[in-house]
């Protein structure tokens, strides 16, 4: 079926340790995002792109990695895990102006 | 850099009553999105404002943009317990149409 699919949904993983959150999307959207959403700070942008091989920092983007080498594939790396990321992320993509599109969550926590 | 304020932040209501949600930004508002997120799932698109004054309606639920104000507001009526769930606006950025803000959202609790 069409969407954008997350991997894991859950993860628990230890402090220092990389950790790959995964993001595939079916619709071809040239545009991409990842999301963290905290308690009291609602959705905040991780990291962006606008296509294949095209990334930029969003909001919070300090302790994350991205790559785009397949317009479908939107991987988010944390390089070696803090506390500070245990969060709930989302990826999301669109076409342009038009609405977002988001997937299930990954929930994260870092021990 | 431009914050969203939802109000109010949890909301408790009847079966059955009317609700107002609002959406007020510290800058211009270019354009607003309304998602509304079940616990533990992700976001669904609601509506999307482009223009002062627009207003649009889906169902029960009705959106309205004042450009003036900087804020918008989403209308339940009749609630029911299906609308339970965590409402979030997100605002188009400035400088890139396709970058969004977004609220910290509001908790919606319809009791049958």
């Known amino acids: 079926d069409a969407g954008i699919t997350q991997s894991p949904r859950y993860k628990i993983t230890e402090t220092g340790r990389q950790v790959t959150l995964m993001c595939h999307q079916t619709?071809?959207?040239?545009?991409m995002f990842w999301y963290r959403q905290d308690l009291g700070h609602g959705l905040r942008l991780i990291y962006y792109s606008a296509a294949a091989d095209i990334t930029d920092k969003g909001e919070v983007p300090d302790g994350y990695v991205v790559s785009r080498s397949k317009t479908e594939n939107f991987p988010l790396t944390l390089e070696s895990a803090t506390r500070s990321q245990t969060s709930v992320y989302f990826c999301a993509s669109s076409v342009g102006d038009w609405p977002q599109h988001f997937g299930d969550g990954t929930r994260l926590s870092i021990l | 850099s431009q914050e969203l304020e939802q109000s109010p932040q949890s909301l408790i209501v009847q079966e059955g009553k009317n609700l107002t949600i609002n959406c007020t930004s510290s800058k211009t508002l270019y354009g607003l999105y309304w998602y509304k997120q079940k616990y533990g799932e992700g976001l669904i698109f609601l509506m999307m404002l482009q223009k002062g004054g627009e207003e649009k309606s889906h169902e029960k639920i009705t959106a309205k943009l004042d450009e003036k104000k900087q804020q918008s507001s989403l209308h339940i009526t009749a609630s029911q317990p299906s609308h339970a769930g965590i409402y979030l606006c997100g605002a188009v950025q400035m400088d890139s149409s396709y970058k969004l803000i977004f609220g910290s959202g509001t908790r919606l609790l319809v009791r049958p």
């Open positions: 619709w071809s959207h040239s545009y």
